[in-house]
Structure formats: C-alpha cells, structure tokens
C-alpha cells in the first residue's frame, strides 16, 4: 500500500507562487507514474503534471511553462511548483500514484484571488 499526503496549499494573489508537496508512505524509486491532478468546482478531475513510465514529465496546456512537477526520491515525495497563478487554477490538488493500483492523497486546496 501507498498512503499519499498532500500539502503547501492554502491561499495567493494572482501571479504569486505555491510549492505543492505529496509526501509518500513508501519509497517512490520504482513508482514509475505519480501524477498531480485537479478538481475545480463544478469540473471534472483533470491531468495537471505528471511522470510518465520513462521518466519523462507531461503537463496539461494550460500550465506549460508556469508550473514544474519534480521528484525527490530519497524524500519520497513529489513537488509541483506553481507561478504566475491564476485564479482559473483554482481547485483542489490531488497527487495520484500507481503501484499495482492506484492510490489517491486526500487533496489540498489552491484559491487564486484576482
């Protein structure tokens, strides 16, 4: 089992800057996938970062170049670096990971004021 905590949400102006954290319960060095998503009101989750099998990283158009996912395997947590918000990104961040099945953290909210 992989238990998945969230954290470093909370509250910023438009154009400010948060640093998401999911720290997990095991090692992730052979977590392959890890992944953040969002739910916004209203909206369905949505894809917002992710690792990809071959270690490459995929984000969603509407972070390119704003937000960064990174990894700190001897920490055994993941990182998504957020700038320049918007208040469209407003949601709730969920990290998601994939060892045999899938594990879901519980989410921290992100409230982008304008």
């Known amino acids: 089992q992989v238990q998945l905590v969230e954290s470093g949400g909370g509250l910023v102006q438009a154009g400010g800057s948060l640093r998401l954290s999911c720290a997990a319960s095991?090692?992730?060095?052979?977590?392959?996938?890890m992944d953040w998503y969002r739910q916004a009101p209203g909206k369905q989750r949505e894809l917002v970062a992710g690792?990809?099998?071959?270690?490459?990283?995929n984000y969603a158009d509407s972070v390119k170049g704003r937000f960064t996912i990174s990894r700190d395997n001897a920490k055994n947590t993941m990182y998504l670096q957020m700038n320049s918000l918007k208040p469209e990104d407003t949601a709730v961040y969920y990290c998601h990971a994939v060892y045999y099945m899938n594990y879901w953290g519980k989410g921290t909210l992100v409230t982008v004021s304008s």
């Open positions: 095991r090692s992730i060095f052979s977590i392959n996938t």
């Open positions: 690792f990809t099998s071959g270690g490459a990283t």
